[in-house]
């Protein structure tokens, strides 16, 4: 798997819209259950924002869901996250990562990273 470089942060207003980019040199989009976006605060954990499955399931966290959308490019092993009417809360800095994925009561649960890359940091003012 070749590193995972995320792109596409900065600074807007609230109400403001980024894209974000993941692109990777190896075969994870190819070979990978899920891919998913991250984000961490400084002093806390890691947490999954979206996520899209090799099925074409997707998910959202409660707070960004209706904003946020997520594809998958994989010809051009490339991972977006579109961030619409973005809110200071979710200022924070973005990974992503995939590989493979928990699975709970016959559905995707939760998608896991093999690997952490370079994050692309989003802030957004109020």
């Known amino acids: 798997q070749g590193p995972l470089v995320a792109s596409g942060g900065g600074s807007v207003q609230t109400g403001g819209s980024l894209r974000l980019s993941c692109a990777s040199s190896g075969s994870v989009f190819h070979s990978g259950v899920c891919m998913g976006w991250f984000r961490q605060v400084p002093g806390a954990e890691r947490e999954a924002v979206a996520a899209?499955?090799?099925?074409?399931?997707?998910f959202y966290a409660n707070a960004v869901k209706g904003r946020f959308t997520i594809s998958q490019d994989n010809a051009a092993n490339r991972l977006y996250l579109q961030m619409d009417d973005l809110k200071p809360e979710v200022t924070a800095m973005y990974y992503c990562a995939g590989d493979s994925a928990e699975i709970l009561g016959g559905s995707w649960y939760k998608c896991l990273a093999a690997s952490w890359g370079q994050g692309t940091q989003v802030v957004v003012a109020s």
């Open positions: 899209i499955y090799r099925d074409g399931t997707t």
